[in-house]
């Protein structure tokens, strides 16, 4: 009996952890308990944009360059960047994270970043910018 009650402890906890979105979205207050336990429950970056992503190849490298933008109506946070060069079939061939140009935007405001790849990929055709999980 109390192996029972042990699984099906386990499995509760399993479900918590597995539908943790779901559970922050039923009951706000159980995010600090994630976070507390280091189980984030949102993508890095919410209410920020990544845009007008442009690549351009140059004697020294690959630069990427592009805009970071508050559509929301908070201050928020800006986190670090992950810029990932791709080849043709999607597949990542190279990344790096880069520190944000700055540390917080307010609302409607953008920032724009750049970063350079100083031996990139030659079969690297691609760009992903996204915000890195912290």
Do not use: C
């Amino acid at each position: 009996m109390l192996s029972v009650i042990l699984a099906l402890l386990a499995l509760a906890i399993l479900a918590a952890v597995v539908a943790r979105k779901e559970v922050v979205a039923m009951w706000p207050a159980t995010a600090r308990l994630y976070a507390s336990a280091g189980l984030p429950t949102a993508p890095p970056g919410p209410g920020l944009e990544l845009a007008k992503i442009a690549p351009a190849r140059t004697a020294e490298g690959l630069v990427i360059e592009g805009d970071i933008t508050n559509n929301g109506s908070a201050v928020r946070d800006v986190p670090r960047l992950r810029i990932a060069l791709r080849d043709p079939a999607e597949k990542e061939t190279q990344f790096k994270i880069i520190d944000p140009p700055t540390a917080r935007l307010g609302p409607g405001e953008t920032a724009h970043f750049k970063a350079s790849f100083d031996h990139p990929d030659e079969a690297a055709t691609g760009v992903l910018v996204t915000f890195a999980a912290r």
